[in-house]
């Protein structure tokens, strides 16, 4: 633990100037903001950032819940600061790294000897990969538009193989990690530039925005600042990792809420409870997915909620599901507002009376012309986690996450205020 508070004062003093101009300037960005886009083959939330000496571009998968960026070092990996992690070194710790490794193949990026390794993993594989620093880059914001390019000379992350890239959206060369850990892309930003430990993630249905650091968030066209106007719950940790391939004893770096209960319309459904907390093998609970494109639930939950759905909703003929859904509507006796399809409201009920509330925009999917169907899928029986919350239910929601308190602010749908994710203003950077 003292190693690792060390190690973070260490580079929040020395790893930080700025790119452009030649010229270093102290300057100390308040937060940082990163562009999101959705790839519509995937239905993957997509940002970029600039990595290596010289600089290039990679676009990266956003994942919530990763423990920290990865990118693919076995193609095209070029750069004059690349530097692996040495085994027991500073970075290795606060990686919680538990392998030391030898590599034949090298040295190359993600093939050195005596350096440390974490498991990662994409859609549907895992494997091992070198942890290692380079420089990154992205744009720092005051709050309302974005401004100066700023660097990190030596930012944390695990060096993926090209077999990892299948199943993410094309031109992607690795994937965001901003979940639960000491290296985490938030982490290392936060201790980089000695900002607050908080970050925030505004998905939307074409493009977003992720801001590091605290607010003000401000979107178009009022220049609204919707980090005042959060709804918080706690953030629970679950001790058990609940990542595709983890090491013994690893806590889980994604995000877990304590989601008590869904009401319909304002009326509880009724659901078995034990699947709502969490167990001592970290199966059960709700947690947050950038990865998962609809809501996943436990087979239980997802017929009762079904059921509970089609119940509120006399009058409109249900029409032959079209999968991953199970349930679909002919839309044309469905009224539509600013907020999407007007459907009953789906409430996930959290500790002390909170509430977040699912709208049509977010609870509806449309799947052809006139077919509306409801965008939660079926998890089977026994997942893992039995609520994984996840995009279209995120989108154009504002999610805050405050690491240091360990809670997440929530806005509601920015609709009614109104405005969406893709209405922060990005200006082109110099
Ligand atoms: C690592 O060490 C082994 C011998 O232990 C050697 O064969 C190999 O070439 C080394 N690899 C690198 C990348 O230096
Ligand atoms: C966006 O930000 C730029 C730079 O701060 C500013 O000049 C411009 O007026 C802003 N655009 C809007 C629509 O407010
Ligand atoms: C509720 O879920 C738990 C955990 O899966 C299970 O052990 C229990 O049998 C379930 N209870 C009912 C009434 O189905």
Known sequence: ???????????????????????????????????????ASTNQYVTQIKQRTPLVPAKLTIDLGAQSLWVDCEQ?????????????????????????????????????????????????????????????????????????????SKFLFTCGS?????????GVKGMAGLGRSKISMPSLFSAAFSFPRKFAVCLGSSNGVIFFGDGPYNFLPFNFDIS??????PLILNPVSTAPASFEGDPSSDY???????SINEKPVALNKTLLSI????????????????????????????RAFIKEIPGIPRVPAVAP???????????FSRIGPGVPTIDLVLPNKA????????????????????????????????????????????????????????????????????????????
Request: hydrophobic share 40%.
């Open 1 to 39: 633990m003292a190693v690792s508070s060390n190690f973070l004062v260490f580079s929040a003093s020395l790893l930080f100037f700025m790119v452009s101009p030649s010229i270093q300037v102290s300057f100390r960005p308040k937060a940082l903001v990163l562009p999101v886009s959705k790839d």
């Open 76 to 152: 095209n990996y070029v750069s004059s600061t690349y530097k692996p992690a040495h085994c027991n070194s500073a970075q290795c710790n606060l990686a919680r790294s538990k392998a030391c490794g030898t590599c034949f193949d090298g040295p190359k990026p993600g093939c050195n000897n005596n350096t440390c390794s974490l498991l990662l993993s994409s859609t549907m594989v895992a494997t091992i990969g070198e942890v290692a620093q380079d420089v990154v880059a992205v744009q720092s914001t005051d709050g309302k538009s974005s401004g100066k390019v700023v660097s990190v």
């Open 162 to 170: 090209t077999f990892l890239l299948d199943g993410l959206a094309s």
């Open 228 to 233: 005042k106007s959060l709804i918080y719950t």
């Open 256 to 262: 877990f809420i304590g989601v008590t209960g869904i």
């Open 279 to 306: 167990n001592e093998e970290g199966h059960g609970g709700t947690k947050i997915s950038t990865v998962a494109p609809y809501t996943v639930l436990e087979t239980s939950i997802y017929r009762a909620l079904v």
């Open 325 to 335: 859904f199970g349930a679909c509507f002919n839309s044309k006796g469905i009224r």
């Open 355 to 430: 509430v977040w509330r699912i709208f049509g925009f977010n609870s509806m999917v449309r799947v052809k012309e006139d077919v509306l169907c409801l965008g939660f899928v079926d998890g089977g029986l026994e997942p893992t986690t039995s609520i994984v919350i996840g995009g279209h239910q995120l989108e154009d929601n504002l999610l805050q996450f405050d690491l240091a308190a360990s809670k997440l602010g929530f806005s509601s749908s920015l609709l009614f205020r109104p405005t969406t994710c893709a209405n922060f203003n990005f200006t082109s950077a110099a």
